[in-house]
């Protein structure tokens, strides 16, 4: 699996979603430096990051690192956790204890759970998540929470996973690396994947990873230097950078050279690490087919 950039689970594609949850008290200072957890998608995951800026007085937020895809983001204090290794706090961690705990499919994605069994000797404890999925996580990424937040967390978990039903998607197929729109026929038993069912007919699995809510009218901000998957041609899309914004046009410059004039609004704004990532992929695609 390449270098996980969350592409479905991208900011501009996540919707605040009720309740909301809890904001952990009490308020916390954030130094440059430190390790936290970010609620950054509002999809009841938090995400690992590292804070880039010392917070002053009457500051609301900071600038942090998402391990996740590299970008640097402004976040609001009150949607941050302080992140430490359980290991200091090995004798306070107890079977059903509420945790955010590293999931075995995402890795720096922490998702709401609770503990069903501590092996003390292994450093590790089997985490039940929110979705019923359970396996082993070493205790270093394990943060334990307080019980209402992580029910809060999971309801919002579980609303986020099944508003992508019958949703309309760009999605990456396996086989070409290419990008077509599709439709979300249903969940799959692995944890944020789905089915998703293309014009031909073919109904496909495919990682929330690799997955992107359908550009619609509103405007995707992209501007000039942003990277976003566009349509070169009717039905599929492929990455690329905006070379020049202007008035909702954008001229995208296409991972394989060509150049075109797209609304704004039908382009899918994609980190830059995802996009390093799918170019590599597309043209070693491309090279086999030549060879």
């Known amino acids: 699996q390449s270098s996980l950039s969350m592409g479905g689970g991208s900011a501009l594609l996540i919707q605040d979603l009720t309740p909301q949850v809890p904001t952990p008290p009490p308020v ?34 900071v600038t942090v690192c998402m391990e996740i895809n590299g970008e640097t983001v402004w976040e609001e204090t009150e949607r941050l956790l302080p ?30 759970g609770r503990i069903l069994q501590i092996d003390r000797d292994s450093g590790e404890a089997v985490v039940k998540f929110y979705d019923d999925v359970t396996c082993s996580v070493p205790w270093g990424k394990i943060q334990p929470v307080d019980a209402a937040v992580c029910s809060a967390l999971s ?21 070409s690396g290419v990008f077509y729109a599709g439709q979300i026929a249903g969940k799959s038993w692995k944890t944020r994947h789905y089915m998703v069912q293309y014009p031909d007919g073919a109904i496909e699995e ?13 405007d995707s901000g992209a501007a000039e230097g942003s990277f976003v998957l566009a349509s070169p041609d009717t039905g599929l899309f492929m990455p690329g950078e905006v070379r020049k914004s202007s008035e909702g046009v954008a001229v995208v410059r296409f991972c394989h050279g060509e150049e075109k004039e797209i609304q704004t609004n039908e382009l899918i704004v994609i980190s830059k690490l995802y996009y390093q990532d799918m170019f590599q992929f597309i043209t070693s695609q491309l090279q086999e087919v030549e060879d």
Not at 33 to 61: C, I, Q
Not at 155 to 175: K, L, M, P
């Open 28 to 61: 916390v200072t954030f130094s440059s430096g430190d390790s936290v957890l970010v609620d950054s998608r509002r999809d009841g995951w938090f995400y690992r990051a590292e804070v880039l800026s010392e917070g002053t007085d009457g500051d609301n937020g």
């Open 83 to 112: 992140f430490s290794s359980t290991e200091s706090r090995l004798p306070e961690v107890h079977s059903e204890q509420r945790v955010l705990a590293e999931h075995a499919s995402f890795p720096t994605c922490y998702a709401p």
């Open 206 to 218: 495919q990682s929330i990873v690799h997955v992107f809510r359908a550009p619609g009218e509103e």
């Open 155 to 175: 309801e919002i978990a579980s609303q986020y996973d099944n508003s992508w039903i019958t949703e309309g998607v760009v999605c990456r197929r396996e086989h």
